[in-house]
């Protein structure tokens, strides 16, 4: 459910209202979220499922730039929830980023009302519940931000604007996974991959008519497995990655990594027949493949599932890594302001510090865990950005994690905080030593991601860097044995989670806090905690602003 109220009206709400951050002049939007658990059969097994209103995906968000966003979720289930916003920059506001570092769970039985303010941002991305395990029950749905009227898009309005969500499925209970890797095993391999909630192929179809062009947003809100996305028989304009214009680029297929999304567009241009949309593991032991109809509306040929098939590439790392190479910005496009992408150099920048980071998975106390330079996260008993608002000593330490990886000492379990300044620009490298394909995703800001590479990083890897037209964006894939080079303007202050995507080693440990910092403690730099902030842990017997109206 959601409805426009605009500036005027709010005004004269502003009395009994919660948000302290209000800016009359762009429009609000108002969502009220049930979350319940549900019976839904993604694989013909009925499961417990995490619903939003009743739906499985939940909901899809539909904002303009600028817009404010009030979500109020009320948490019927037995445990506490939490959403966050994956890619969704949330400037000045890490209170309302929804991750276990930033905001109070919301109780079982209670409420809280996010206040949003999607400021300077255009694209597609996902929301999905950040606690535990249950972003493997459900609980996710789309989040397409549309540029203002006005603002050029690169591309002409499309005939049709769909939304998929892609994921690899376990025919588990979110409880019982969850326990499993609190017992300190692995999760078992997933038994499926879904689009859209369904994992039956055939059991779902798209109509579409002959001759127009379609706007296909995909994300992959799965738990670990990169997967490749390809229409039978249609090529794909790849015109948008979370909120960058890319180069208008063709391809077949394209592979998208855990927390990715893409926006491609696609013609009609084959005859009338049904054609497979395939999603198919990649890089996995176990190859899955799920597929739904493309229809077109004068079609009289039905699909059997003889019709499927994928080819995968001979090399499937080479191709992959050419792939993404390939995936460049726009310069001349306009993003969420009329001015060109390319008008801001982030190639001649420099950088203030260099940051290096690997991951590693071992055994602490008999248990699995995995770190990133030698430091596994354990969560603390307070949300950190409280914790650092209220000035509670205890909680976490800043600089628990060091800038580079730990040649030896083994694995330490902390609350891991790496501190940095306001107006940084940091490069950071993500190093995986690891034979499997690695996702990191940095919240409250996207990155370029100036390089990728098979091997060992060194300075002299910094001649292959694209300085020019790399793509923005806030999740990255790091190939097995390879690297991948980001650049990231520190610009928003606040206490921002970098995690892996995989979402079991998220869990056990692979992933920190970046505290981006200023001494100013300026309200031009960062928003007061919300009035309504739920408070938790140390604390729950602290008093939110209070702000007169
Ligand atoms: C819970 O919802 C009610 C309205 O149903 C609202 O007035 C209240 O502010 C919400 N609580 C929080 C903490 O946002
Ligand atoms: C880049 O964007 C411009 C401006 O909208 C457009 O005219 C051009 O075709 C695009 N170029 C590519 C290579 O996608």
């Known amino acids: 459910m959601s409805w426009w109220i605009n500036g005027g009206v709010w ?11 209000v800016q009359a002049e762009n429009p609000y939007r108002f969502f009220d979220w049930k979350i319940t658990y549900g019976t839904i059969s993604p694989l013909g097994i009925p499961l ?12 899809e968000i539909y904002s303009v730039t600028n817009d404010n966003l009030i979500i109020n979720v009320h948490n019927e289930l037995d445990q506490p929830f939490l959403l966050s916003w994956n890619g969704v920059q949330l400037r000045k506001n890490s209170y309302q980023d ?8 919301i109780p079982p039985g209670k409420n809280y009302t996010y206040a949003l303010q999607v400021k300077d941002q255009i694209g597609s991305f996902f929301y999905f519940p950040s606690l535990a395990v249950q972003k493997a029950a459900g609980g996710f749905g789309g989040f397409r931000i549309l540029s203002r009227p006005g603002i050029p898009v690169p591309f002409p309005e499309p005939a049709g604007d769909c939304t998929f969500l892609i994921g690899d499925w376990f025919e588990d209970d979110h409880k019982y996974l969850k326990a499993v890797l609190d017992r300190g095993h692995k999760l078992p391999l997933p038994q499926g991959v879904l689009i859209n909630g369904k994992g039956v192929s055939f059991s779902s179809s798209l109509t579409v008519h002959k001759g127009k062009t379609y706007r296909f947003r995909i994300s992959n809100v799965g738990l670990q497995n ?33 927390g990715q999304s893409y926006s491609v567009l696609v013609t ?32 009289r040929h039905r699909l059997s599932s003889a019709s499927v098939h994928v080819e995968p590439p001979a090399d499937e790392l080479d191709w992959s890594i050419k792939q993404a190479r390939s995936i460049r910005t726009n310069l001349t496009a306009s993003g969420p302001r009329p001015n060109p992408q390319g008008s801001y150099h982030y190639g001649r920048i ?54 580079k990886p730990r040649r030896r000492g083994g694995m330490v379990m902390k609350t891991s905080v790496m501190g940095a300044q306001h107006r940084d620009f940091l490069e950071i490298v993500f190093q995986n030593r690891e034979k499997i394909v690695q996702s990191y995703h940095l919240d409250g800001y996207s990155f370029w991601v100036v390089g990728m590479d098979k091997g060992r990083w060194s300075h002299a890897s910094r001649r292959e860097y694209n300085l020019r037209d790399a793509v923005s964006r806030s999740t990255t894939q790091v190939y097995p044995e390879s690297w991948t080079a980001v650049y990231v303007a520190l610009d928003n202050v606040g206490m921002w989670n970098l995690r892996s995507e995989y979402w079991a ?45």
């Open 505 to 549: 080693r998220q869990y056990l440990g692979q992933q920190f806090y970046l505290r981006v910092y200023s001494s100013a403690h300026s309200l031009r730099d960062e928003y007061l905690l919300p009035k309504n902030a739920l408070l938790c842990g140390r604390a729950s017997d602290k008093h939110t602003p209070f702000i007169t109206p």
């Open 226 to 258: 990169t997967l490749n996305f390809e229409i039978d028989g249609h090529e794909m304009k790849l015109v948008e990655v979370e909120g960058t214009h890319t180069v208008q680029s063709i391809y077949t297929s394209l592979d998208i990594h855990v």
């Open 48 to 59: 417990r499922g995490i619903l939003i209103n009743g739906q499985y995906p939940g909901p």
């Open 11 to 21: 005004k004269m709400m502003t009395m009994a209202m919660i948000i302290s951050f």
């Open 98 to 105: 929804g991750v276990y570092g930033t905001t109070c769970p």
């Open 268 to 299: 009609m241009d084959q005859p009338d027949k049904d054609y497979p949309i395939i999603v198919s593991t990649k890089f996995a032991a176990k190859k899955l493949l799920v597929s739904s109809i493309l229809h077109y509306s004068n079609s």
């Open 350 to 403: 420099k950088i203030s510090r260099t940051v290096i980071l690997g991951s590693s998975a071992a055994l602490v106390k008999r248990k699995q865990r995995y770190a990133i330079n030698g430091v596994s996260f354990v969560p603390a008993d307070t949300p950190l950005k409280l914790a650092d608002y209220f000035k509670i000593n205890g909680v976490f330490k800043v600089g628990s994690i060091p800038d």
